[in-house]
C-alpha cells in the first residue's frame, strides 16, 4: 500500500533540492586527556576528564557547514551513546547543525554502532554521511566504511577534499605517498580528516550559535537490537619509560654507534 | 579452516608489509593448528611467500584490478575466505587495508580489530592485543563472531622467516560493481611513504621556516627514511599535510623515529609513540619530547643536523 501525504510530497520535492547530511560524532576524551582505567583494568576512567567533538569529525561537520551556506542543505548530527554526550552534541548545534540525533544506548563496538547509524541512515534517508577516519579513543577506523557497507552506499575513506553537484561527487582521498583523485555518486559515506577543510576553517561556538542550539531539535532515539561483535575485556598503560640517553653535539660517533649497535636501527 | 591472509602489492611486487602479515598469519595458523593461504593480487612472482611460513597463494590476475578499489578488493577476499572456509583473515594497516576491512567485516559479519600488535593471547575466546586512546593505552579485544578479521599494526610483529613451500594457485573471482571512478593518481615517486618507512625523520617548528628543510631532506636521504612534521608546521605551510603526524594527523610506527626541534607536546608524541627508538634534537633541555625518547642531543639543530648528515655519511660509507 502506497499512501502519499501531501506533507511527503513536499518532503520529496523539498529532498530533490537539498541534500540531506549526517555527521556522525564520536563524543572523546580531549587530546591533552591522561588516560586512565577503573575497575582492575576494565574501564575508562572518565573522571577529570575534559570531552571533545572527535577532531577528525569536527573537520567533517565544518565542511557540512559550507555545504549547508553555500549550497543548501541540511546537517543533523548523531551520536551513539548515553545521556553524557548530549553536550557533545549541544556543541555541535552551536557551530550550526540543524539537528540532532542521540541513539540512546552505550557505544560498545564499532560494528554495533555502525549498525545503529545504519538504521539512523535509513530511517532519514540521508544522501551523504559524514564520518571520521577514525576516533581517538578506540581508534577502531571502523564505523565509516561499516555504515558504507550496511546501507549499500559509496564509500570513501580518508577523505581530504570533497565537492558535490547534484547527485555526482569529486573527491580527493589520501594514500600512503600522495592523494587520489576520485568520482562517484550519492549516497555516499566518507571517514573524513584534516584537509576536507584548513584548520583555519573550524569554528568555535559564538554566544548567539549557543543561544540557538537551545532551540534545536536533540532527539533521543531507543536502539535497535544489535550484538556487539568484539568486546573489549582489558586495558594496559604502556610501561614507564627508562631513562634517556643524551649524547653531547659534540659527539655523534657516539649516537651513530648507540643507534647502530645498542638499538640496532640503523 | 585456513587463516587467509592478504598480501598486499604494488606495481606487480610484494610491499615489506605483506611479509609481516604473512608471518602472522603464520603464528596464527600455529595456534590454531591449520595453514595459510594467501590471496595476492596481480603479483608477477609469489614464491617469497613461502619463506614467511605460507603454504598456499591463491594468485588473482585482472589488469581491472591494477588500480586499488576497496569495494572491489572487499568483495574478492571475501569470496577466497569462502572458498577456504577461512575463520581468521589477517591484513595489514595500510591506507588500503583499512579501507577495504570495514567492508570486508560487513560481506563476512565479521568482528575486526585494527591495530593490533601481537599474536592472540587466547584462541578462545579468541583474543588480541591492540592500541588504543592513540597509543595512550592497550586494549585487549575479544572477537565474538564465526569469522575474525585482524589488522596488523606496521613494523609491530616483524617478520619470521620459516622454511617450506607454497603452492600457487590461480583464482578468478567474479568483480563486483565498484561505485567509484579513479580519475587521477598523484603519487610521490622515489620518496619513502611515512606509513611504508621504517625511519622517519621529523622536524618542528625550531626549525624556523620552510627554507630550512633541505638538510632534513638530506638527513632523511641518507638514512633511506620518510620526511614527517609537527601539526604547526603544516597549518603554517611549511610542509604539506601529507607529512602531519600526531594525534590528529597520520601514525608513526616507526623502528627509528628522529624529532628536530619539536617540543613534544602530548598530541604529537601520542601519534608517533608506537614507534620503536625514538631519538630528540632539541634546544631546550626541558622540552618534553626528552621525557619521551630513547637518545637525545642537546643543541641547535642548524649545527647537530648537518654534522649529522656528514658522520652518517661516512658511517654508510664504510658499511
Ligand atoms: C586538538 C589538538 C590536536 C593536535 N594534534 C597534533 C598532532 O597531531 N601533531 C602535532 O604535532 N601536534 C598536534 N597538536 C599541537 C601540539 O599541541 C603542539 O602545539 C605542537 O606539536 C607543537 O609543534 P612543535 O613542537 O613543532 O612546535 P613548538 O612547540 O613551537 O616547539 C618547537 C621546539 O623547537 C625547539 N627549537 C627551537 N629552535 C631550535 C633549534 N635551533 N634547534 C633545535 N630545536 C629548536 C624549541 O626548544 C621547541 O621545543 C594538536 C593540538 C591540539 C589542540
Ligand atoms: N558512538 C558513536 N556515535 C556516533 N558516531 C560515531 C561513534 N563512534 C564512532 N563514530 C563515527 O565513526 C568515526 C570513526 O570511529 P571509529 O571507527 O571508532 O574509529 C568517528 O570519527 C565518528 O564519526
Request: proline share 4%.
Amino acid at each position: 500500500m502506497l499512501v502519499i501525504s501531501i506533507t511527503d510530497k513536499i518532503l520529496i520535492c523539498f529532498k530533490l533540492l537539498i541534500m540531506k547530511i549526517l555527521v556522525c560524532i564520536s563524543h572523546v576524551p580531549d587530546t591533552t586527556s591522561k588516560i586512565n582505567f577503573s575497575d582492575n583494568n576494565t574501564k575508562f576512567d572518565t573522571n577529570g576528564v575534559q570531552f571533545v567533538i572527535n577532531p577528525n569529525d569536527e573537520f567533517g561537520l565544518t565542511r557540512a557547514m559550507w555545504f549547508k551556506e553555500k549550497q543548501g542543505a541540511t546537517v543533523t548530527v548523531v551520536n551513539v551513546g548515553g545521556p553524557e554526550t548530549e553536550p557533545t552534541l549541544r556543541k555541535a548545534l552551536a557551530i550550526g547543525a540543524d539537528a540532532a540525533i542521540r541513539v540512546n544506548t552505550v557505544a560498545t563496538d564499532g560494528f554495533s554502532v555502525a549498525k545503529q547509524l545504519a538504521n539512523v541512515v535509513k530511517d532519514g534517508g540521508y544522501d551523504l554521511v559524514i564520518a571520521g577516519r577514525e576516533s581517538i579513543d578506540y581508534n577502531g577506523g571502523m564505523v565509516p566504511g561499516m555504515i558504507a557497507g550496511l546501507t549499500s552506499a559509496n564509500f570513501i575513506n580518508n577523505c581530504i577534499g570533497l565537492e558535490i553537484e547534484g547527485t555526482s561527487v569529486k573527491a580527493i582521498r589520501e594514500i600512503d605517498g600522495g592523494k587520489e583523485t576520485l568520482s562517484t555518486s550519492l549516497p555516499l559515506v566518507i571517514g573524513g580528516q584534516k584537509g576536507l577543510v584548513e584548520e583555519s576553517d573550524l569554528r568555535i561556538p559564538n554566544m548567539r550559535g549557543i543561544m540557538m542550539a537551545r532551540q534545536k531539535a536533540l532527539n533521543v532515539l531507543e536502539p535497535i537490537d544489535a550484538n556487539a561483535e568484539t568486546t573489549s575485556t582489558k586495558f594496559e598503560k604502556p610501561a614507564p619509560k627508562g631513562a634517556i640517553k643524551l649524547v653531547s653535539p659534540d659527539n655523534l660517533d657516539e649516537l651513530i654507534n648507540l643507534l647502530h649497535n645498542e638499538a640496532k636501527v640503523i | 579452516m585456513s587463516v587467509l591472509v592478504y598480501t598486499e602489492s604494488e606495481q606487480g611486487k610484494f610491499k615489506k608489509v605483506a611479509f609481516e602479515v604473512a608471518s602472522y598469519a603464520k603464528a596464527v595458523a600455529n595456534q590454531l593448528g591449520t595453514t595459510v593461504t594467501a590471496i595476492a593480487m596481480n603479483v608477477n612472482d609469489t614464491s617469497q611467500l613461502a619463506m614467511y611460513g605460507v603454504d598456499k597463494v591463491l594468485n588473482v590476475t585482472n589488469t581491472q584490478l591494477d588500480n586499488f578499489n576497496a569495494k572491489i578488493y572487499a568483495n574478492i577476499i571475501k569470496q577466497a575466505a569462502e572458498k577456504e572456509s577461512t575463520k581468521v583473515v589477517i591484513i595489514g594497516s595500510s591506507a588500503n587495508s583499512k579501507y577495504l576491512a570495514p567492508l570486508l567485516a560487513v560481506e563476512l559479519n565479521a568482528g575486526y580489530a585494527s591495530n593490533v600488535i601481537e599474536a592472540p593471547s587466547n584462541i578462545s575466546p579468541f583474543t588480541v592485543k591492540r592500541t588504543a586512546f592513540t597509543n595512550k593505552a592497550f586494549e585487549f579485544t575479544q572477537i565474538n563472531t564465526d569469522v575474525k578479521i585482524v589488522g596488523v599494526s606496521n613494523n609491530s610483529f616483524g617478520l619470521v622467516e620459516s622454511s617450506g613451500s607454497a603452492t600457487a594457485e590461480a583464482f578468478s573471482p567474479s568483480l563486483s560493481e565498484s561505485g567509484i571512478n579513479i580519475e587521477s593518481v598523484d603519487k610521490v615517486t622515489g620518496k619513502v611513504s611515512i606509513a611504508d618507512a621504517e625511519i622517519v625523520v621529523s622536524a618542528g617548528r625550531g626549525l624556523k621556516g620552510p627554507e630550512n628543510w633541505g638538510m632534513i631532506e638530506e638527513l632523511a636521504s641518507v638514512l633511506g627514511a620518510a620526511t614527517a612534521c609537527s601539526k604547526p608546521v603544516s597549518d603554517l605551510g611549511w610542509r604539506p599535510h601529507g607529512e602531519h603526524v600526531g594525534q590528529t594527523g597520520k601514525p608513526v610506527a616507526a623502528n627509528l623515529y628522529i624529532a628536530i626541534g619539536i617540543s613534544g607536546a602530548i598530541q604529537h608524541l601520542a601519534g608517533i609513540n608506537a614507534s620503536k627508538v625514538k631519538v630528540v634534537i632539541n634546544t631546550d633541555s626541558e622540552a618534553p619530547f626528552f621525557k619521551a625518547a630513547d637518545y637525545g642531543v642537546i643543541g641547535d639543530a642548524f649545527e647537530v643536523v648537518p654534522r649529522l648528515v656528514e658522520k652518517l655519511k661516512a658511517f654508510k660509507a664504510q658499511q
